[in-house]
């Protein structure tokens, strides 16, 4: 139980286009999902929080504009990167958990390279 | 501001010997507390969690850690480590009133490499 799944599970696109992120909670439903984003051997920084129907509450510094976040269902969260640079290429995790869970299940991450 | 510090960037243990990843936090209160692995290019696997009661917890993989308030810390422990078990180690943690709802905070990691 307890399963996250993210598509696709790499990506590689041109500088300035965009690119979609999928995380779906495959067996439970997810009041909250998260992204999360880890530079090569780095540790996750926790970039936004989305609850089902309401915006995202992003961190500082993460920029809302250029990584739009949609959680249109319980089961579904998707992460579009806009204008994507190469700076932006990373491995986007995403994790989900229930109301009151407190545990985060997570997805086995999208490593985006971005040229 | 919560934080999350795991002093051995890199650890060393043959096979079979045992293992201690060590981790502190700086938090107002107790902290929901995680240990998660990674292997190369994949996703996190949770090993186990502290909320609250015995601060002894038993995971899965054989691991087990110990939360002690007094030191801030939740280190992690196996009695005898197996190659399997070569990868990145992250603690973190959580605020208690989140209910699941907040992000997590993570360490940097320990890289864990088994030697046969």
């Known amino acids: 139980g307890a399963v996250v799944s993210q598509h696709p599970s790499r990506v590689i696109c041109k500088s300035g286009t965009s690119v979609k992120i999928e995380c779906r909670s495959l067996?439970?439903?997810?009041?909250?999902m998260f992204w999360y984003r880890q530079f090569p051997k780095q540790s996750l920084m926790l970039m936004a929080t989305s609850n089902e129907g309401s915006k995202a509450t992003y961190e500082q510094g993460v920029e809302k504009d250029k990584f739009l976040i949609n959680h249109a269902s319980l089961t579904l969260s998707t992460l579009t990167v806009t204008s994507a640079h190469p700076e932006d290429s990373s491995f986007y995790i995403c994790?989900?958990?229930?109301?009151?869970?407190?545990?985060?299940?997570f997805g086995p991450g999208t490593r985006l390279l971005v040229l | 501001a919560q934080s999350v510090t795991q002093p051995d960037i890199h650890i060393t243990v043959s096979e079979g010997a045992s293992l201690e990843l060590r981790c502190n936090y700086s938090?107002?209160?107790?902290?929901?507390l995680f240990w998660y692995v990674q292997s190369p290019g994949q996703g996190l696997q949770l090993l186990l969690k502290y909320f609250s009661g015995d601060t002894l917890v038993q995971g899965i993989k054989g691991f087990e850690a110990e939360f002690k308030r007094s030191q801030s810390s939740f280190n992690l422990r196996k009695p005898s480590v197996h190659w399997s078990d070569a990868a990145e180690y992250f603690c973190?943690?959580?605020?208690?009133?989140?209910?699941?709802?907040?992000?997590?905070?993570f360490g940097k990691g320990t890289h864990l490499i088994i030697q046969p």
């Open positions: 973190a943690v959580g605020a208690p009133s989140g209910g699941g709802a907040d992000g997590l905070t």
């Open positions: 994790s989900a958990s229930t109301s009151g869970g407190g545990t985060q299940y």
């Open positions: 067996d439970f439903q997810a009041t909250t």
């Open positions: 938090y107002g209160a107790t902290p929901y």
